[in-house]
């Protein structure tokens, strides 16, 4: 049968066009997600030589008989499995491709075999060439790809005349089939890359949209629950998830009631009124996320038989022990699909502010216990203090009205240090007062049976400290050592730096240190937690105790000096 | 006329309260001392009427101190401290009197107006509840060693005061008397100057007209009078 070059080569373009569609109907699923990237790795490779072997067969049997021979698109999927995939993909998919053709049978079997392993082959040198170079987005370019497939029909053509018998055949052959194949080859080519980058770049498009949404949201909303989930922080969440990610409307629920919603419908969906939705109730009793599209799951807004909400997600925040905590919801209007991107996005979002939520928690009892600390430590101090000081002045007073007056003044200024509050930070040379204040009214309890030793430079009195940290060890010496001696007591205070540090020693004569623990040594042991939490592991409190003979206590805090 | 000893380790403490005092007519002060250790001997040796008692004390604290008094001559005992709210609650009943620093002068004259009233010594054994003297206050200079009795291997009493022996042989002087220890502790009298614990007795020696000798877990010999031999056969279930 001899046919019209013209109409072989419409003919051929037709079938090619065919084989583009099954193409592109493949390119949407996953199936070709390895191919949109040059493929390195061995699954990634093994998936390339399924399936241009695939499209390679399906050339075959896409093409045109003519006389025993087949004008065919079987050069597309080696090409491009070798530029993809490399020479050995290339030349697998060439000899699958090839073995089959052969199978079949005709004048040109051979030839046809041969010359798709060498096209498979040619693919893949382009590929080697140009990854040596460092260059792979130019394998992706759909002109190249053509003019490759383009070369390698030539040679097909040549190894026709060169392998195929009789000649004459073999030249006639040629000259019906060359131009249709080497054109659709060549289109086919081309266009397959180009269905592969468009592919690409949705995939790409879809992914970067996605993470730039989630992480714009991310940023945006960031700790805003940290100091609290509560109304107004809610409202200001809501409001962000709702401009970033353009639904119909955003609500927050705690167990109880709605915490905040902005959007459609809010004219009746008012924040602190109780949840109605079951959806929401359900969600919330079985930590589920749950989402009725309006089509096969029915979505019906619980308030207004009239809301203009067609369809809406329900995730679950989820707090300490997976307890749920409230609810993340977001609406569509009957009129518009939930995006897939928006819900996944719903969820991530929801995890997100679980665990802000949580760490905002975690925070603030950790602040709350530090600040009880506190508390506990000045109740500590307070009234047997108190009482014994004012004990003392009474019998000072008449005595020595002058040094009464002296003695008042530093119980005064040690109730002003006491009642600074623990947040602020102090410095040594605040600390120093505090405990000399301290002191001075001790020294006139126990006149005689007390000595005092304060030793601390000048230049290491600006350095700062967590506030309260040296009397609570100053008062344990004197309660728990000195003053349990029948004879005279002696503490000794005094700083130093050593090398980047700062060491506070508080030594006593007394040498009656015990590890009590939850007894006396609570005001130590919180000392040493609060500059162990503030500083790290590295600094905190020592204790060096020679029974009978002494007990020092270190304090080791980092140089940092107040700038004034 | 009333003989008082003030016990209080804050000497502007002591003075206050003597000066309070003092204004009474019919009050004597005998002393004041600075520590439990000081104040058992002086209530030892000059048999005050009343005590006024602080409690915050160095190592032996004013209701420690009690267990260690002679019960059979307990003088009232007026506790004085500062700060102690649960104190308060516990002793209301059963101190003579509880005062708080500052002491107020009229709330101490009430004080006084009742010890004057009060005739017999107050009950201490409910004071000082049932409790068991656990250790033994021994001065030394400058500090108190506490010991606890069952280290204890004998107590011997000379002319110079009491002291307490442990395994280490060496001798420490307590304010204590013999017959505080003996009525407190599990101490057993063995010989006219001398407490033995049972628990740390390891052999008998029986000598010639009635008399034995104690060897101690920790290898002292502590000898028993013909008084008091049959009471420790008896005590450990030896015929």
Redesign the interface.
């Known amino acids: 049968m001899t046919v019209e070059p013209f109409a072989l080569i419409v003919s051929l373009l037709q079938q090619m066009c065919v084989y583009l569609v099954v193409a592109y109907l493949l390119s949407r699923t996953p199936l070709f997600i390895p191919l949109t990237h040059v493929t390195v790795r061995w699954p990634h490779k093994l998936a390339c030589y399924v399936i241009f072997s695939v499209f390679c067969v399906m050339g075959t049997y896409f093409g045109l008989q003519i006389d025993d021979s087949i004008a065919n698109t079987r050069a597309i999927g080696a090409v491009l499995g070798g530029i993809l995939g490399g020479p050995s993909v290339g030349v697998s998919v060439g000899l699958t491709g090839g073995l089959h053709r052969y199978s079949l049978g005709g004048m040109s079997a051979t030839a046809c075999a041969i010359s798709t392993v060498v096209e498979g082959l040619i693919g893949g040198l382009v590929h080697r060439h140009m990854m040596k170079h460092g260059k792979m987005e130019p394998l992706f370019d759909p002109v190249r790809v053509g003019l490759v497939t383009f070369f390698a029909e030539i040679i097909q053509m040549l190894i026709i005349l060169a392998v195929a018998r009789p000649f004459d055949a073999a030249l006639h052959l040629v000259q019906v089939v060359a131009a249709p194949m080497i054109i659709a080859n060549t289109l086919g080519a081309g266009l397959f890359m180009r269905i592969l980058l468009d592919r690409r770049a949705l995939i790409e498009k879809q992914s970067s949209a996605f993470s730039a949404k989630a992480l714009k949201i991310a940023a945006r909303a960031d700790g805003v629950l940290r100091s609290g989930f509560n109304e107004e922080n809610s409202q200001r969440v809501a409001r962000i998830l709702y401009e970033e990610t353009g639904v119909g409307a955003v609500a927050i629920t705690d167990r109880e009631k709605l915490m905040a919603f902005i959007g459609i419908g809010d004219d009746h969906h008012l924040p602190g009124t109780p949840i109605t939705s079951a959806q929401t109730m359900q969600a919330i009793a079985n930590n589920q996320v749950l989402y009725a599209d309006g089509n096969e799951v029915a979505y019906q807004c619980s308030i207004d038989p009239h809301c203009r909400l067609g369809a809406s997600l329900v995730i679950p925040l989820v707090g300490e022990d997976d307890r749920v905590i409230g609810t993340i919801k977001l609406y569509e209007p009957k009129t518009k699909i939930f995006s897939t991107i928006n819900r996944t996005l719903g969820e991530g979002i929801a995890r997100l502010l679980s665990s802000q939520i949580l760490a905002g928690r975690y925070e603030r009892q950790k602040t709350l216990l530090a600040q009880s600390e506190i508390k506990l430590l000045h109740a500590q101090v307070n ?2 203090f ?3 000081a ?3 002045i ?3 007073i ?1 005595k020595d009205p002058e040094k009464a007056r002296e003695l008042v003044q530093y119980l005064s200024t040690f109730f002003r240090k006491n009642l600074k509050r623990p947040s602020e930070g102090a410095c040594l040379g605040d600390e120093i007062e505090h405990v000399n204040a301290y002191l001075q009214i001790e020294l ?6 007390l000595g005092v030793d304060i030793d601390v430079p000048d230049e290491l009195r600006s350095v700062r400290l967590p506030a309260f940290s040296l009397q609570p060890v100053v008062e344990n010496a004197i309660k728990h050592g000195t ?6 007591g002696h503490v000794r205070i005094a700083a130093r730096r050593h090398g980047g540090d700062l060491l506070l020693t508080v030594e006593d004569n007394a040498g009656l240190y015990e590890e009590k623990p939850g007894g006396d040594g609570l005001g130590m042991a919180i000392v040493d937690r609060r500059i162990r939490n503030r500083y790290g592991d590295g600094y905190g409190v020592t204790v060096a105790c020679e029974p ?1 003979v002494s007990t020092r206590i270190t304090l080791r805090l980092p140089l940092e000096t107040v700038t004034a | 006329m009333m003989d008082i000893l003030i016990v209080d380790d804050e000497p502007l403490a002591r003075e206050e309260l003597r000066r309070l005092l003092e204004g009474a007519p019919d009050v004597r002060i005998m002393g004041e001392c600075a520590n439990a250790i000081e104040a058992i001997g002086a209530i030892n040796r000059q048999k005050p009427d009343v005590v006024f008692l602080d409690i915050q004390m160095p190592r032996v604290s004013g209701l420690e101190m009690l267990s260690m008094l002679d019960p059979d001559r307990m003088p009232h005992i007026v506790f004085l401290t500062a700060h102690d709210e649960y104190a308060v609650q516990a002793f209301e009943e059963h101190a003579f009197d509880y005062l708080l620093k500052p002491a107020d002068p009229e709330r101490l004259e009430k004080t006084l107006q009742r010890l004057r009233r009060a005739r017999a010594p107050q009950d201490v054994r409910v004071l000082a509840g049932a409790s068991e003297l656990r250790q033994i206050p021994c001065a030394g200079v400058n500090r108190v060693t506490l010991m606890k009795l069952e280290e204890v291997e004998y107590v011997v009493s000379r002319a110079a005061g009491v002291y307490v022996v442990g395994a280490d042989g060496q001798e420490r002087f307590t304010e204590l008397t013999l017959h505080t220890l003996q009525e407190k502790s599990m101490l057993f009298r063995c010989h006219r100057q001398f407490l033995v614990n049972a628990e740390r007795i390891k052999e008998i020696r029986f000598q010639d007209g009635g008399l034995a000798e104690i060897l101690t877990a920790g290898g002292h010999t502590v000898p028993v009078s013909r008084r008091f031999l049959g009471a420790l056969k008896e005590r450990l279930g030896i015929g």
Do not use: I, M
Not at chain 1, 444 to 449: D, P, V
Not at chain 1, 483 to 488: A, C, R, T
């Open positions: 009234p047997h108190l009482f014994n004012l004990n003392t009474s019998a000072v008449r006139a309890r126990f006149t005689g049976r003053s349990q001696l029948l004879g005279e009978d």
